[in-house]
């Protein structure tokens, strides 16, 4: 069976956000997300809190945070909190840092760092004791919920093997099955050479979508997206080239993409999406009717994807919702339409 999540941006009003998320949960969604960059959008443990109090079957979370903008002890702390909030509704999705870190003048986490920080949160988070700045720390409130699971992003080889050695899935921030599929590869590799259960490790894709057959006008609307993923790989070329172990389909159209102005992240019109070809929109997002969304995310079942995100962030994106929990969901399990 396939899943559904639906992110909003924490925008104001935040009403409108606790609406949308209580609107996803009647229409199907497993999951409702948002982002955290604080200085672009407003708070998301607050939106995420209004939503926890507002609904009752929707898991919610952050797709995705990271352990550097935060003190990695808070976020943990942040999430045990909201798991008794939402009678144990959580998920953490958690990658590097992006805009919050660059917004501020900081890097990404560096992977060494990043994987530290992932163990330490993962088990303070959920009620067990770790070993942290040479202090031994519990969160004695927080033994005995359920198990909050912890959902890493990532692109490249480094990142991916910590998602296989400590997360409980992947995020892959693109809909291409060719480059879903090797990422999948490379995190259930890094799983088995850990000992854990690869089978286990449960990829989840996210992209925008809408269900529309005006691919010419919805392309301009969602060009942002492989924009803003080309920041991450251009990272990976930095450190890999682009005749090494990252496939083509991922390195190549990020050498077009000339500047990224992230006061535009993730809007539709964003400037830097003049660099994007209509190819890559089509092969990155979820757009076409729905037939045509159905047979793609076949593709993606097939592949192992366990859940797809839908990135809802452009001028339909309440049409989007809506069409997906009537007639895209129903596809793949039980509607729940009221």
Known sequence: MLDFGATFLPDPPSRRY???????????FSHGWTYDSHILWQEGYVFLTLAAMATSRIHLGHCVTNP????????????????????????????????????????????????QSLEMIKALMNGREVQWNGK??????????????????????????????VGD????????????????????AAAVEAGRDAGALAPIVCAPAVVDADLPRWRE???????MVSNHVKDLIARYGTEGEIPKAL??????????????????GASHGQYISDEICDRFCLLGDADQQIARLRELEQLGVKQVNLYLM?????????RYGREIIPEFQASTVT
């Open 251 to 268: 390195t190549d159209f990020a050498l077009a993409v000339e500047e990224y102005d992230y006061s535009e992240h993730s809007l539709v």
């Open 68 to 115: 550097g903008i935060r003190e990695p002890t808070v976020t943990a702390s942040a999430y045990a909190t909201l798991q008794d909030v939402s009678a144990g509704r959580m998920a953490l999705g958690i990658g590097r840092g992006d805009s919050s870190r660059r917004v501020v003048g900081l890097e990404p986490v560096p992977v060494a760092r990043f994987e």
């Open 136 to 165: 031994t720390l519990q969160l004695a409130w927080a033994q005995g919920q359920p198990e909050i699971p912890m959902y890493v992003a990532g692109y490249g080889p480094r990142a991916l093997g910590v998602a296989g050695r």
């Open 314 to 322: 452009t001028s339909e994106l309440d049409e989007t919702m809506e």
């Open 18 to 28: 606790v609406e949308r998320v209580v609107r996803a949960e009647e229409l199907g």
């Open 169 to 188: 899935g992947v995020v892959i921030q693109l809909a291409d099955p060719e480059i879903t599929g090797w990422i999948i590869d490379r995190a259930r």
């Open 221 to 227: 609307e969602t060009r942002w997206f492989p924009a």
